[in-house]
C-alpha cells in the first residue's frame, strides 16, 4: 500500500468540535482551569509539605478573566506538552483533571489562552500562548489544516528568568468572545464555583471544622484550597439551620474493610425539606470537585420518596479510582464502576429516608399532641363559660376520643422519652375531661332549658337537630358553626 | 487601577505582564487593569474595553514616558488637559488625594512655557515683587527642568483653585534615567476645600514654589539644588517705603 508523504490523519476542526461540544455550558470551562490549579497545589503539597498553599485566584476583570495559583508551577517540558491535544501525564487517581483537554476548554470562549508558569525551585518563566482567534480565523477560511500544522502556527513558547523562590501558574483567557460573555456574570460565576469548586466550609458554618477533620481522616489526600473570587474569598454553601453532621461510610464490599465513597451529611433542623432548596441534597465530589449536584445523586439513589433527597445537605466523596467524571462533571462515566457505586450508595439513601421519616413521625407526634392539648384548653374554657351548646357534646366527645387514639398509636411506635411523656400527660388529662362531661353534661349550654321549651318545641328542635348531625356527619365543624348560629340568632331574638 | 496601554497591534502582551506582576505582588485580587491611554482613559472615563474607571482615587500617578506637552489629533496638549480633567474628576467627588506626575523632556513647548512664565511675572508683579531678574533667569536657564520646575506646579496649583483643591508641591525631582533619558518626578498634594462657593486663588504662594529647591539624584544619592537660579525676596526686605 503506498501512503502519500506527510500523512495528516487529525484536522483542525476537530479543536471547534471539542471545544464547543465539551462544555456546552461555559463555567465548566473555569473549573477545568481551577482542577488544573488544585493539581498545581496538590503536588506542590505532595512534594513539598512544609510550603504555605495560597490561595488560587480567579479574577473576572474584562475583557479577560484570570485563574492563578502558587502551586508547583510547570517546568520547560510540561509547557511545551501543555499546547499537545490531549497529552497528560496527570494520574487520574490523584489528579483532577488528566484528559489533557481541558486546558482547550478556553477555545470556545477567548481570543487567546496566556499561561505563564514558573516551576518550583528553577529560576525560569515559562509562557505559552495559544492565539484562539488566529486559529479559528484560519479553520473559518480552510476547515481542513491539519491540527498539528495549526497547533504549531498558532501556539507558541517563550522563556525568561523569574527568581527561584517563586512557583506559580498564571492563566489569562484574553478577550472573551461574544458567546461567552455569560462569564462576565459575577455573582452567577461565583455562585458556581461556590457549588463545584474544591474550597474549604465557611468558617461560619458551626459544623465546619469536624467536618474537615473527618474528610482529612477518611479520605486519603483530601484537599480543600483556598479560593479566592475577585479578591473575596468563597466557601462552600452551607445550611445555617442544621443539625449536627453524621457520616456513612460506602464499602465495595460488605464482607471487606476498602472505602468506595466516604459521606457526611446534615438533616434539616426544620420541618421537612430545607427551603431554599438548592444548597440541599447530597453532591457527589471526587478530588474534592462536585460531580453533578443535589439532583444526580437524587436520580441515582433514591428510588423512592425522593422528596427526602432535600431534607438533608452534604457530599458523597468517592474514593474508586474507577469512577471517573465525564468531561463535563455532571456525572460519571457509564462504566462498570459507576454502576457499582450507585448501587452501593443506595444504602445512605435507605438510611436518609428512614431518619427522614422518623423525624417527619416525631414531628407529627409533637403537633397532634399540641393540638389535642390545644383542643382540651378551649373547650374547658366553653365549658367553663358556659357556651358549649350541649348539642355538640357527641362531637366534643368524639373530637377528644380521635386525639386519644392518635396519640396512643404514636405512642407505641415513639422512641422519644419527653414526647412519650407528654403524650401521657395528654392522655391523662382528656380522660379527666372525658369523664367530666360524660357524667352529667355539666358545662354544656342547654338552650331548651334556657328558653325553657315546651315539650312539642323540644321534639321540633331535637327533631332539627338530630338531622343537622345526619347532614353535617362528615363536617363537623359546618355542624358546630350552624348550631351556634341558631343558638345565637335565637338569643337575639329572645333578648328584643 | 492600573493602566497600561501596551505596543500597537501587540497591546495584550504588556497588559498581561502588568496582570502578571500584580500577582507576583499579591495585588492581583485588588488591582482593576484598565488597557489603553491613558489620558483617553481619564477623558472618556472608562478604557478602551468600556470598563469604567471609578473615582475618586487617594493616590494617581502619571508615569508618562514622554513629554508632558505632547498634542493630540486636535492640537490640544492632551496630558495637560487630562490632568485637568482628573483635577476636576475628583474634585466632583471632594476627594483629596496624592498626584505624582513623571515625564521627560520630549517635545517641550517653548511657546507654552514662555507665556505661562510670563504670567507669572505678572502675577509676581502685581503682589509687588520685583520679578524681572528671576524671571529672567528662569527663561535663560540652560536646563529645561529648571522652567518645568515652575510651569507645572503653577499650572496644577491654578487648576487645583479651580475646583476648590488646595495644592502643596514637594520638591521637583530630577535625574537621568534608563539610555540617559532626563526625567522628572513632581509630587503634588491636592487636599479638597470647598469652604466656599467662590473660588480663590492658590493658597500656595507662586514665591515659595520658586525659591523650592530641586533634589537632583545622582548616583542614587538626593542632592538637594536650585541650580544657581536666584530666590525670590519678599517686597519689604527690599526697603520699600510704604
Given at each position: 500500500m503506498v501512503q502519500p508523504a506527510e500523512e495528516s490523519f487529525a484536522y483542525g476542526s476537530v479543536l471547534k468540535a471539542?471545544?464547543?461540544g465539551l462544555y456546552p455550558d461555559k463555567r465548566h470551562i473555569i473549573r477545568e482551569f481551577v482542577q488544573n490549579s488544585y493539581d498545581g497545589l496538590y503536588e506542590l503539597r505532595k512534594t513539598h509539605p512544609r510550603e504555605l498553599l495560597r490561595p488560587v485566584e480567579v479574577k473576572v476583570e474584562p475583557p479577560s478573566i484570570f485563574i492563578t495559583?502558587?502551586?508547583?508551577?510547570?517546568?520547560?517540558r510540561k509547557m511545551r506538552e501543555y499546547r499537545y491535544l490531549g497529552y497528560s501525564e496527570k494520574n487520574p487517581a490523584e489528579h483532577a483533571g488528566f484528559r489533557g483537554i481541558g486546558k482547550y476548554s478556553g477555545l470556545a470562549v477567548a481570543e487567546k489562552i496566556i499561561v505563564d508558569s514558573s516551576p518550583y525551585g528553577i529560576p525560569k518563566r515559562y509562557s505559552v500562548v495559544i492565539h484562539v482567534g488566529d486559529m479559528i480565523d484560519a479553520l473559518d477560511a480552510n476547515n481542513n489544516i491539519p491540527l498539528e500544522e495549526l497547533l504549531k502556527q498558532f501556539t507558541e513558547l517563550n522563556e525568561g528568568s523569574e527568581s527561584s523562590d517563586e512557583h506559580y501558574t498564571f492563566v489569562e483567557l484574553h478577550t472573551i468572545r461574544k458567546d461567552g460573555k455569560a462569564l462576565f456574570e459575577k455573582d452567577v460565576l461565583k455562585h458556581y464555583l461556590t457549588r463545584t469548586a474544591p474550597i474549604p466550609f465557611n468558617p461560619e458554618f458551626k459544623f465546619a471544622a469536624e467536618i474537615e477533620r473527618k474528610l482529612a481522616e477518611n479520605i486519603p489526600d483530601y484537599l480543600a484550597v483556598e479560593l479566592s473570587f475577585n479578591g473575596e474569598k468563597i466557601y462552600k454553601p452551607h445550611l445555617p439551620r442544621c443539625r449536627e453532621p453524621e457520616y456513612e461510610t460506602v464499602l465495595y464490599q460488605d464482607d471487606k474493610p476498602d472505602i468506595l465513597a466516604f459521606s457526611w451529611y446534615c438533616q434539616n433542623e426544620e420541618k421537612g425539606q430545607f427551603d431554599p432548596k438548592e444548597n440541599s441534597g447530597l453532591v457527589y465530589r471526587?478530588?474534592?470537585?462536585?460531580?453533578?449536584d443535589g439532583q444526580l445523586t437524587r436520580r441515582t439513589l433514591w428510588h423512592s420518596t425522593p422528596e427526602r433527597a432535600f431534607y438533608f445537605f452534604g457530599e458523597i466523596h468517592v474514593l474508586d479510582p474507577q469512577v471517573i467524571p465525564s468531561s463535563d462533571r455532571t456525572d460519571f462515566e457509564d462504566v462498570e464502576a459507576r454502576r457499582r457505586l450507585y448501587q452501593r450508595s443506595v444504602r445512605i439513601a435507605s438510611i436518609l429516608s428512614h431518619k427522614a421519616g422518623e423525624e417527619s413521625a416525631r414531628r407529627r407526634f409533637q403537633e397532634v399532641v399540641?393540638?389535642?392539648?390545644?383542643?382540651?384548653?378551649?373547650?374547658?374554657?366553653?365549658?367553663?363559660?358556659g357556651t358549649l351548646p350541649l348539642e355538640l357534646k357527641d362531637q366534643v366527645v368524639f373530637e377528644v376520643q380521635k386525639f386519644q387514639e392518635d396519640v396512643q398509636n404514636r405512642l407505641e411506635k415513639s422512641k422519644d422519652e419527653r414526647a412519650k411523656n407528654r403524650a401521657q400527660r395528654f392522655l391523662s388529662r382528656s380522660r379527666k375531661f372525658l369523664s367530666g362531661i360524660r357524667k352529667d353534661g355539666r358545662g354544656f349550654f342547654n338552650l331548651q332549658k334556657a328558653l325553657k321549651f315546651d315539650r312539642k318545641l323540644r321534639l321540633l328542635y331535637d327533631t332539627i337537630i338530630e338531622i343537622l348531625k345526619d347532614e353535617f356527619l362528615h363536617e363537623p365543624g359546618r355542624l358546630e358553626h350552624i348550631v351556634r348560629r341558631i343558638h345565637d340568632a335565637i338569643k337575639a331574638k329572645g333578648s328584643r | 487601577m492600573a493602566v497600561e496601554r501596551g505596543e500597537k497591534g501587540k497591546?495584550?502582551?504588556?497588559?498581561?505582564?502588568?496582570?502578571?506582576?500584580?500577582?507576583?505582588?499579591?495585588?492581583?485580587?485588588?488591582?482593576?487593569?484598565l488597557r489603553g491611554d491613558i489620558d483617553t482613559i481619564i477623558k472618556k472615563g472608562k478604557d478602551s474595553f468600556g470598563k469604567?474607571?471609578?473615582?475618586?482615587?487617594?493616590?494617581?500617578?502619571?508615569?508618562?514616558?514622554?513629554?508632558?506637552?505632547?498634542?493630540?489629533k486636535t492640537g490640544d496638549f492632551e496630558r495637560l488637559r487630562a490632568v485637568e480633567t482628573l483635577i476636576a474628576r475628583q474634585g466632583n467627588k471632594k476627594a483629596s488625594f496624592v498626584l505624582f506626575i513623571s515625564c521627560n523632556l520630549d517635545q517641550l513647548d517653548p511657546g507654552e512655557i514662555q507665556k505661562t512664565i510670563g504670567n507669572m511675572k505678572t502675577e509676581l508683579t502685581r503682589y509687588g515683587f520685583e520679578a524681572d531678574e528671576i524671571i529672567n533667569a528662569y527663561l535663560k536657564?540652560?536646563?529645561e527642568e529648571a522652567r518645568l520646575k515652575i510651569y507645572l506646579p503653577y499650572f496644577v496649583n491654578h487648576l487645583g483653585a479651580r475646583y476648590h483643591y488646595n495644592c502643596e508641591t514637594e520638591n521637583v525631582i530630577f535625574y537621568e534615567g534608563n539610555r540617559k533619558v532626563h526625567m522628572l518626578a513632581f509630587r503634588f498634594y491636592l487636599s479638597f476645600d470647598a469652604r466656599t462657593e467662590a473660588l480663590r486663588s492658590p493658597r500656595e504662594r507662586l514665591s515659595q514654589v520658586l525659591n523650592k529647591s530641586l533634589i537632583e539624584v545622582v548616583g542614587g544619592r538626593p542632592n538637594e539644588t536650585l541650580l544657581g537660579l536666584p530666590k525670590l525676596s519678599p517686597p519689604e526686605q527690599r526697603g520699600k517705603s510704604t
Open positions: 471539542l471545544s464547543r495559583d502558587f502551586g508547583i508551577g510547570m517546568p520547560e471526587v478530588k474534592n470537585i462536585a460531580v453533578g399540641t393540638r389535642g392539648n390545644e383542643v382540651l384548653s378551649e373547650r374547658g374554657r366553653e365549658l367553663v363559660s | 497591546e495584550w502582551v504588556l497588559q498581561h505582564e502588568l496582570a502578571l506582576q500584580a500577582f507576583r505582588s499579591g495585588l492581583l485580587g485588588k488591582t482593576t487593569l469604567r474607571v471609578i473615582f475618586p482615587f487617594d493616590v494617581v500617578s502619571l508615569d508618562y514616558s514622554g513629554g508632558l506637552f505632547y498634542r493630540g536657564h540652560p536646563r
